[in-house]
């Protein structure tokens, strides 16, 4: 199919450096957003709505913000900022971003989902695949891993920084409370959590399943330092981060509240959790990469 | 039928929390995490040592798998304590894909498991917790008898890689063990050589089978008594070896029969050497409110109720 051997035509990949501008990163997260469609269109199966949505953040952290180093893959990161992805569904954008900055061949992007692959439709590290540190699917966990991994960098003596995302209708899950109340009282101050606020869930908007509520006072009210920004600009995004980063240190846990467009790129997909987890067919992908293309992309 | 001498009697958990603390001494990447039970799992001495390797997490059982499971990332060795209810049924999933299938070092103690929780009841007696744990894939599950080995046992663990599930609990028993014996995970103990019948026992329940040994001999029936305190891997060597001498087999435990020590034995013979078995066991049971003796006795879990299925195992053998 012509659509799997296009991840291993684009061998490009993008080396970390901090100088990237955001027109280049805007470029990159278009390339991402393709795979991402791709990869769930290959196996009919696969969470592209918030991958899409998500995109722009993964591109932000791995591109520009975070200090880490792909190779060799460290599994204890010692020195290096963290990434954990609690929200495990939108793995599409993880491995993506993994692969294009450098964790493991972007070839590989065409295994997603099948017998014997790394990538699996829930990230694992079962597998060994380079970048990701722990498991996620079954909802709720990664907070707590990520306060964890942060405490385990103050032990260490190790000032850089855990960074996490989760779904919101993933705040639905007790476990996330939990965390949110520990980190706090226990000064995590060197974590910097995302919540992607795109107000839809499995079986419809977030307000009508669940009650998300007022993220910003629920969290305010738990003692976090609490950030909000439009997650699919990087134009806000990236500044937002900034001031995340300038407020580490000071006693409190970050958390930034990203309001995004589940599907955001592709028009058909934004606005409706109806792609929350279905694949595009073989002509609303084509039109899903039509709308995808930059110039100067590259791999195509 | 040997002697085993002892001069004080001991509560497990004590024996545990006295491996953390030598622990604490001796392995700087050793942390610990409880959930708002610190004096029932004898951290105390840890703590005071090593304030900074210690984190209270409250009552948040979950939160407390997962932090584990993050501190593994940057190389430490948590130590996680609550009682053996809360550290596996409530916290299930979180061991099972942040730490069983994400192959975390992490060690989960869990104290007054069983029914010699007494007084507290059915609610926290857990007697299904070693079936969960040595369900998920690469965990490794042990059950120390006495004080010596569950201080021996905690220390051992530090030094395995992979997840581990300990087990210990909450009354006073003879502290028989040799306080020199080292621990070695998955190698089953000998503690009376005999050819009559095999008795496997883990936790509490060697002590009992060593009280059954006794009466057994009084009535000239040689017991060989083996104490399995690793449940998973299990010592297949060592327990195909004595079932093939004796040709008949007990197992003894503070557990359902669904998925404990004797489920594990069972499955084994069945491969390798089909011979009649009986299990000392809870038998598709809740506990209640009780003395640890009085619900031992009426739960069939003590030396009576060893002697018994021995007589029992032995009528069967072929």
């Given amino acids: 199919m012509a659509q799997e051997s296009s991840f291993a035509a684009s061998s490009e990949t993008h080396t970390p450096t901090p100088t990237k501008s955001v027109d280049q990163l805007k470029q990159i997260a278009a390339q991402v957003r393709r795979d991402i469609v791709r990869m769930v269109h290959a196996v009919n199966s696969g969470h592209p709505g918030g991958s899409l949505g998500c995109a722009d953040l993964l591109v932000a952290l791995y591109f520009k913000v975070m200090k880490h180093h792909p190779e060799p893959f460290d599994m204890n990161g010692v020195g290096q900022d963290l990434f954990f992805l609690s929200n495990g569904h939108i793995s599409p954008v993880f491995y993506s971003v993994l692969a294009r900055s450098g964790y493991f061949p972007v070839g590989e992007l065409a295994t997603f989902r099948k017998l014997n692959s790394r990538l699996q439709g829930h990230p694992a590290t079962h597998e060994h695949l380079p970048g990701i540190r722990v498991a996620s699917g079954s909802l709720g966990q990664g907070l707590s891993v990520a306060i964890g991994a942060a405490q385990a960098k103050k032990l260490n003596n190790d000032d850089r920084t855990v960074f996490v995302l989760m779904g919101d209708g993933e705040l639905e899950e007790g476990q996330i409370w939990e965390a949110a109340m520990y980190a706090p009282h226990h000064k995590v101050d060197n974590l910097i959590a995302f919540v992607d606020r795109n107000g839809q869930q499995i079986d419809g908007p977030t307000e009508k399943i669940g009650g998300l509520g007022d993220l910003r006072a629920k969290f305010e009210a738990f003692n976090w330092r609490v950030l909000e920004t439009d997650g699919n600009n990087l134009e806000k995004l990236l500044p937002t981060i900034e001031e995340a980063q300038s407020l580490l240190g000071q006693g409190q846990p970050i958390m930034v509240l990203m309001d995004t467009q589940m599907g955001f790129g592709v028009d058909y997909m934004m606005g409706t959790h109806k792609w929350h987890g279905t694949a595009p067919n073989d002509e609303q992908l084509e039109k899903a990469l039509q709308q995808l293309m930059v110039e100067e992309a590259g791999d195509y | 039928m040997k002697d085993f001498p002892y001069t004080e009697s001991k509560d ?86 942040s730490i069983a299938y994400s192959g975390k070092n992490v060690k989960i103690c869990a104290s007054h498991a069983g029914l010699t929780l007494g007084e507290d009841g059915a609610t926290h007696q857990i007697l299904e917790d070693i079936g969960m744990m040595k369900m998920l894939p690469h965990m490794t599950v042990i059950n120390p008898c006495d004080y010596n080995q569950t201080k021996a046992a905690t220390i051992a663990i530090a030094d395995y890689e992979g997840p581990v599930y300990l087990r210990f609990g909450r009354p006073v028993v003879p502290n028989f063990t040799p306080a020199d014996q080292t621990f070695e995970v998955g190698k089953g103990i000998v503690l009376n050589e005999g050819t009559d019948v095999s008795i496997f026992a883990t936790g509490h329940l060697v002590w009992k089978a060593i009280l059954a040994g006794k009466l057994l001999a009084d009535k000239g029936i040689n017991a060989e008594i083996i104490n399995i305190h690793t449940i998973k891997p299990l010592d297949a060597q060592l327990i195909l070896e004595s079932a093939r001498k004796t040709r008949c087999v007990v197992t003894a435990e503070e557990h359902q029969m669904n998925g404990g020590l004797g489920d594990s034995v069972a499955q084994l013979l069945a491969r390798e050497e089909p011979l009649p078995l009986e299990m000392v066991a809870v038998n598709d049971s809740f506990g209640e409110s009780g003395t640890p003796d009085q619900l031992m006795e009426k739960y069939g879990l003590n030396e009576a109720a060893i002697v018994a299925a021995v007589e029992k195992v032995m009528a069967r053998r072929k």
Avoid: H, W
């Fill in chain 2, 12 to 97: 497990t958990r004590s024996g545990f929390g006295a491996g953390l603390q030598e622990l604490g001494k001796t392995n700087p990447n050793v942390v610990a995490l409880c959930a708002d039970l610190i004096g029932s799992l004898k951290m105390d001495a840890f703590i005071k040592d090593n304030p900074e390797r210690f984190f209270q997490v409250g009552i948040a059982e979950a939160n407390m798998m997962g932090l584990a499971a993050g501190l593994t990332i940057g190389g430490k060795i948590p130590f996680t304590g609550t009682f053996a209810n809360f550290s596996t049924g409530r916290v299930y999933d979180q061991i099972r894909q």
